[in-house]
Nanobody, 121 residues
Framework: VQLQASGGGLVRAGGSLRLSCQASGSVRSINAFEWYRQVPGKTRELVASINRGGSTRYADSVKGRFTTSRDNAASTADLQMSNLKFEDTGVYYC????????????????WGQGTQVTVSS
């Protein structure tokens, strides 16, 4: 599975941004789309995920402000970020988690390229 992320940018605190992730390849094997955030000097943090059935999970730091969605037919996932805070600044990555069923099932997590989100205070 290959992923292409888009939608980062510069926004003022309190503003909104929408990130999108387009998957290609073995998209039927995708179980969950995930969104991670990385800040220099810190480990990559999972901020949101959505599984095939539409169930979502969020980090406490973004609950009530971020919403993730997916379109299974289009093999896309979005992350709507509202009421952005300075501490939301970082590089955001989309990831796809699933299982390739061949002769031997293989679990995988594929990563898209990061997209920079900068929130000015």
């Amino acid at each position: 599975v290959q992923l292409q992320a888009s939608g980062g940018g510069l926004v003022r605190a309190g503003g909104s941004l929408r990130l999108s992730c387009q998957a290609s390849g073995s998209v039927r094997s995708i179980n969950a789309f995930e969104w991670y955030r990385q800040v220099p000097g810190k480990t990559r943090e999972l901020v949101a995920s959505i599984n095939r059935g539409g169930s979502t999970r969020y980090a406490d730091s973004v609950k009530g402000r971020f919403t993730t969605s997916r379109d299974n037919a289009a093999s896309t996932a979005d992350l709507q970020m509202s009421n952005l805070k300075f501490e939301d600044t970082g590089v955001y990555y989309c990831a796809a988690e699933g299982i390739e069923f061949g002769d031997t099932p293989v679990a995988y997590r594929s990563w898209g390229q990061g997209t920079q989100v900068t929130v000015s205070s």
